[in-house]
């Protein structure tokens, strides 16, 4: 569970990422789709290329519901609740997959921020995203 060290080291740094969340959500989705192209799957009719207007729309989205998180990092759960459901019944993502955006998330952060991304700011990103993983997937049985 994330301690009161790593809510301060996400409260600190999440600011600069909410605000660019359309374009890192949009890197983060387009390296994963390179890096790990079995990802693509659950696309159909998506256009990987960079920058398209999918990337941009759904990368979006991705990064707004973190942000929602990050603003209830005392109770993530509340805010994650209804993309368990879907991610889980809907969408049947294979868990495995979380951990896969969730580095490409962090690799984002790191060209971008690489000065703000201290030893103890990386950990508690890492913690963060692995928090939401287990809550998205935590329907899965
Ligand atoms: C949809 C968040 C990881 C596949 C969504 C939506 C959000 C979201 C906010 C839109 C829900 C809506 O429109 O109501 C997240 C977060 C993730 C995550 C916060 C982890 C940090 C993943 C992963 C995959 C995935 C790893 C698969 C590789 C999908 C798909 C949709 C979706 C296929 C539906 C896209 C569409 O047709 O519009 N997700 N997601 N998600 N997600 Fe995720």
Known sequence: ALNADDKAHIRAIWPCIASHAEQYGAEALHRMFICHPQTKTYFPNFDFHANS?????????????????????????????SLSDLHAYTLRVDPGNFALLNKNILVVVAVHHGDKLDCATHQALDKFLNVVAGLLTSKYR
């Open 53 to 81: 207007a999918n990337l941009k729309g759904h990368g979006k989205k991705v990064m707004n519901a973190l942000t929602d998180v990050v603003k209830h990092l005392d109770h993530p759960e509340t805010s994650m609740c």
